[in-house]
């Protein structure tokens, strides 16, 4: 059970890779739901180091080159477990995770160790190719693990932050989020969902087809 809340008790890690556009409509949002902001650039070219400096609130974890949203996680993760954080959200910068819904997810936990957002119930706005990749790669988990995946790709997801060190991610790029399901399920860690709205924006999506497929296969046979 989750106890009364206390200080640095829920913590928000957020990627960022080019998204200054977006921080002024995301970073307020989220903080308002959460007690600790850290945000991990991820090597920015824009102004996006720059737009950081304005919240005073947040935990900048610069890591001076692009590394790959898996490496952006690892270190935003670990300086959540670092913080004694009791609930560790993750979410993406680019606006289509709605802050909003994070009491939701926290309400989730109370029953699990790891809470996912799922989108495959309004495809309405989803490409279908990122449908049937997601659809895909989720039964294949689904069969790995023997526990119900539904939207492996969401990035939108919560923890119980003591459960976070035995399943941290090695790999550098968007496989790392599989890499995790994966860990959990050896762990045999209580994996639930949430239903979220699936919004996109004007951004051209920084995931790569092919890379991203072979990444899968590649953690999903190694573990």
Not at 106 to 121: H, Q, T, Y
Not at 134 to 156: A, E, P, R
Not at 181 to 188: P, R, S
Request: contains cysteine; hydrophobic residues 35%.
């Amino acid at each position: 059970m989750i106890s009364s809340r206390k200080p640095n008790s829920i913590c928000a890690v957020i990627p960022i890779y080019n998204e200054a556009a977006h921080l002024d409509s995301v970073i307020p949002e989220v903080h308002k739901y959460t007690d600790q902001v850290i945000c991990v650039d991820d090597g920015s070219t824009d102004s996006t180091s720059e737009e950081l400096k304005k919240y005073n609130y947040v935990k900048v974890i610069s890591l001076g080159k692009n590394m790959g949203k898996g490496k952006a996680l690892y270190y935003g993760l670990s300086e959540s477990i670092k913080l004694g954080s009791e609930i560790t959200i993750t979410l993406d910068a680019d606006g289509q995770h709605d802050p909003s819904l994070i009491n939701s997810f926290i309400a989730k936990l109370e029953s699990n160790d790891l809470v996912l957002g799922n989108r495959m119930n309004n495809l309405n706005k989803m490409p279908p190719q990122r449908i049937l990749s997601n659809t895909i790669t989720s039964w294949l988990l689904t069969k790995k693990l023997g526990v119900k995946i539904i939207d492996s790709q969401s990035g939108y997801r919560a923890y119980k932050t003591n459960a976070l060190k035995d399943i941290l991610p090695d790999s550098s790029g968007f496989e790392a989020e599989t890499e995790m399901l994966i860990k959990a399920g050896k762990k045999e860690l209580k994996i639930g969902h949430i239903n979220i709205p699936t919004i996109y924006n004007e951004n051209k999506s920084k995931i790569k087809p092919i890379r991203t497929i072979l990444g899968f296969i590649k953690v999903y046979f190694r573990y």
